[in-house]
Structures are given as structure tokens and as C-alpha cells.
Nanobody, 123 residues
Framework: QVQLVESGGGLVQPGGSLRLSCAAP????????MGWYRQAPGKERELVADITSGGSTNYADTMKTRFTISRDNAKNTVILQMNSLKPEDTAVYYC?????????????????WGQGTQVTVSS
């Protein structure tokens, strides 16, 4: 079982910044897309941003001007830099990774989730 280890959540005032980090094990065969989702109380989980192994990014419209996703393929990590945070950004943020494992000559990909990290934006 692959474990994604998240860090960087916490309490921040409106207008502040936080940096979330997620690391997959270095022993992973291959990783396709990595990304961040969030879930606020009473709401469905939603995409924040994701990034392919080649560096192509995709953002939710409401976050693309404030959040930046990046990736270090050598370290199997994905970073979410969040600026100009608003109270409505309060949620549990989950790391997501599509990880490949070899089965003979075929690579099969499976989606994995981190345990989630709480981000609270409040004065």
C-alpha cells in the first residue's frame, strides 16, 4: 500500500499564505499525475489543482490566480503554494497521485490519496 505523506496545513489569517507538501515513497516505479483536492464541511470534494509528470498544470477557476502547484519528480513530491487565502478556502486538503506499478511488460496505474491536512483561514 502506497502512503502519501502530507504536511503544511494549519491556521492562517485572511490574506495569508500556506504551503502544502505531499511526498510519495522514493521506491515508486512511476507517477503520472499528482494533485490536490479539498473538502469543506457539508460539501463534496473538489479539485484544487493537478500537475502531470511533464509539468502541465490544471487549476480550479476560483483558485488559479492565487494558488500555484509544482512538482519535484526526483523527490516524488508535489507542492501547493496558496496565497491570498480567504475564509472560504477553509477545508481539508487531500493529496492525490496516480501511481504505476509494473506487471510484467505492462504498467498498471492506480489512484492514491493522502490522509488529508486541515487548512483553516480565520481571523
Amino acid at each position: 500500500q502506497v502512503q502519501l505523506v502530507e504536511s503544511g496545513g494549519g491556521l492562517v489569517q485572511p490574506g495569508g499564505s500556506l504551503r502544502l507538501s505531499c511526498a510519495a515513497p522514493e521506491s515508486i516505479f512511476s507517477i503520472n499525475a499528482m494533485g490536490w483536492y479539498r473538502q469543506a464541511p457539508g460539501k463534496e470534494r473538489e479539485l484544487v489543482a493537478d500537475i502531470t509528470s511533464g509539468g502541465s498544470t490544471n487549476y480550479a477557476d476560483t483558485m488559479k490566480t492565487r494558488f500555484t502547484i509544482s512538482r519535484d519528480n526526483a523527490k516524488n513530491t508535489v507542492i501547493l503554494q496558496m496565497n491570498s487565502l480567504k475564509p472560504e478556502d477553509t477545508a481539508v486538503y487531500y493529496c492525490n497521485a496516480v501511481i504505476g506499478s509494473p506487471y510484467g511488460v505492462v504498467v498498471k496505474y492506480r489512484e492514491y490519496w493522502g490522509q488529508g491536512t486541515q487548512v483553516t483561514v480565520s481571523s
